[in-house]
């Protein structure tokens, strides 16, 4: 079933430098491979406000959602969608509308020295609209469904950890992190691999020295740390200073790979297409690695032990099929450039 839908954006601030002017609020179009639609983007920099259409396939069951209106009303008494038995079909399309308008912002950004339109400084608004013509359009109000981190609870004594942790100046692999989080975060594969292999280098690095490592200052000070080395031997005799065997990172081979995408990334002529899945899994296998590290520094945190347990996102059989696909991926890459 297709439905136009229109979504909202505001622009949080806006700093516009050499005196650029808009003479009217532009209209942009970008093709979404993923909806397989075009979304339309009119820009309204006067008032900060972006509005975003496109014609999108729907299911039976959210058309049907949007389509009859709850029974429900909202505190304005307007009627009350409960979107959470098809929140992820719902979410996955937002969260192309939003892919594509950061495009639209980079662009801009860069070919007229637009500053102050940071990612993090635009956010939808609300309500959403909806028609089946394009031409009478009806408000969605919607419930959003609360998630919280794998279905975790945070207690007032995990936030004692955290000013703990501030009193103490013992903020963990903080800048390791901020790349780590900065890679989820991104929508363009390539720069997904980047980010996640810089949080690894990061991560380690500052493990060796804070265990006082003797060739600690040779790594910290190395642009291309061997990250297989660090996260294999190094590692495991480091983990065995108070075991009867040291550990070696789990994620070994995918992370060795993926610094060997990295490094074919920033080396090749021409751009390497990289699948979103294979991003996606060598992002996660990054994050169990510094979670891992974490775990060997503070094994007395419950809080870090718990993040580690949770932090795979895949089965053991998901993990091991995965690892060959991405493995035999960069292997292709590195045969045919």
């Not at 983007?41 to 949007?66: G, H, M, P, R, Y």
């Not at 109000?141 to 007032?156: A, C, E, M």
């Not at 942790?165 to 013992?170: P, Y």
């Not at 996606?280 to 169990?288: A, D, H, I, P, R």
Request: proline content about 5%.
């Amino acid at each position: 079933m297709k439905i136009w839908l229109k979504v909202p954006y505001n622009l949080k601030t806006l700093w516009i430098f050499g005196g650029t002017e808009f003479e009217q609020n532009p209209l942009l179009r970008l093709n979404s491979n993923e909806l397989k639609s075009i979304i339309s983007f009119t820009l309204d920099f006067e008032n900060k406000k972006i509005e975003a259409i496109s014609q999108v396939d729907v299911s039976d069951q959210l058309f049907e959602e949007i389509s009859h209106q709850s029974q429900k009303k909202s505190e304005e008494g307007l009627p009350l969608l409960d979107f959470t038995s098809v929140s992820e079909e719902f979410y996955n399309i937002l969260d192309e509308y939003d892919a594509a308008l950061r495009m639209v912002i980079s662009l801009i950004r860069s070919r007229f020295h637009i500053v102050g339109i940071a990612d993090d400084l635009i956010e939808r608004d609300e309500p959403f609209f909806w028609s089946s013509d394009n031409i009478h359009f009806g408000p969605i109000f919607w419930i959003k469904p609360s998630y919280t981190q794998l279905g975790q609870v945070i207690t007032q004594n995990d936030f004692q950890q955290i000013q703990n942790d501030l009193e103490n100046e013992t903020i963990p692999l903080f800048v390791a992190f901020r790349f780590l989080n900065r890679a989820w975060n991104d929508d363009i594969p390539e720069l997904v691999i980047l980010d996640a292999t810089i949080a690894a280098e990061l991560a380690i690095k500052k493990f060796l020295e804070i265990k006082n490592h003797p060739n600690a200052k040779q790594w910290i000070e190395s642009q291309a740390p061997p990250l297989p080395k660090l996260y294999g031997p190094i590692l495991e005799s480091i983990s065995s200073e108070n075991k009867k065997k040291g550990e070696r990172l789990p994620q070994l081979k995918t992370l060795d790979y993926g610094n060997q995408l990295r490094n074919k990334i920033v080396h090749s002529p021409t751009r390497i297409d990289i699948p979103e899945k294979f991003a996606g899994f060598y992002c996660n296998n990054v994050e169990s690695a510094i979670c891992h590290l974490l775990t060997l520094l503070y094994p007395e945190d419950a809080l870090w032990k718990s993040r580690f347990d949770h932090s795979c996102n895949y089965t053991p059989e998901e993990q091991s099929t995965l690892e060959k696909e991405f493995c035999e991926f960069v292997k292709n890459i590195q045969r045919n450039n």
